[in-house]
């Protein structure tokens, strides 16, 4: 079974800094999607982005972007210029591509502080 | 506007009183779930559904069931609630084509079993 290890179940950073979160997982597949979830306090489960693992180019979106390794099956989130509505539970969560229970797996969380 | 929809968004009921959790979803999705939210635990799968009259069980399906009659909805069961299934719901719907695989969550639903 898919597993998934967010190890980090609270980080801080100050405003305006970067921070990088961190995911493992474990599969045998050799095709799967990889994402990040934000769930504010609102707890909405939000989508920040996405990565095919057969595409080698890490995902980018805006001032979130990731570190795919799929060698060493690690997926981590970085956070640029850190603003205070960052602040948020987020959640690594992986989902085998084919045909299909389309289940995501998810990591405990990290939840995120952001210092002003 | 694409969206996923669940009611009541909060519910506190007793022990034993059966209840049904409402999902709907507007975007003519065949994949709908239900996913349970415990803290330290993550989102685990309850049930999932691959399209009308298709179920599954998911990873903690016991003391749950759903029933998927037309592709827009997929309500939750829990006929003999206890206070283990105090948790937050979510239900969620998605598609995998050419462009990927996106999946939608409705906003959650916080259930408290007395």
């Known amino acids: 079974a898919q597993t998934v290890t967010q190890s980090q179940p609270e980080m801080s950073v100050q405003e305006a800094e970067t921070v990088t979160l961190s995911c493992t997982y474990d599969?045998?597949?050799?095709?799967?999607?990889l994402f990040w979830y934000k769930q504010p306090p609102s707890r909405q489960m939000i989508l920040v982005i996405r990565?095919?693992?057969?595409?080698?180019q890490n995902a980018t979106e805006n001032r979130f972007s990731v570190n795919f390794q799929k060698a060493a099956k690690s997926f981590s989130l970085k956070i640029s210029d850190s603003q205070l509505g960052d602040a948020a539970m987020y959640f690594c969560?992986?989902?085998?591509?084919?045909?299909?229970?389309?289940?995501?797996?998810f990591g405990t969380g990290t939840r995120l502080t952001i210092i002003p | 506007e694409a969206q996923v929809t669940q009611n009541p968004r909060y519910l506190i009921t007793v022990t034993g009183k059966k209840l049904t959790v409402t999902c709907s979803q507007n975007m003519n999705h065949e994949y709908m779930s239900w996913y349970r939210q415990d803290p330290g635990l993550g989102l685990r799968q309850i049930y999932y559904s691959m399209n009308v009259e298709v179920t599954d069980k998911g990873d903690v399906p016991e003391g749950y069931k759903v029933s998927r009659k037309e592709k827009r909805n997929f309500p939750l069961i829990l006929e003999s609630p206890s206070p283990n299934q105090t948790s937050l719901y979510f239900c969620a719907s998605s598609f995998r084509g050419g462009q990927g695989f996106e999946q939608y969550f409705g906003p959650g639903t916080r259930l408290t079993v007395t």
């Open positions: 990565q095919e693992a057969y595409k080698q």
């Open positions: 969560a992986y989902s085998p591509s084919g045909f299909g229970n389309e289940k995501l797996t």
């Open positions: 599969t045998s597949e050799s095709d799967y999607y």
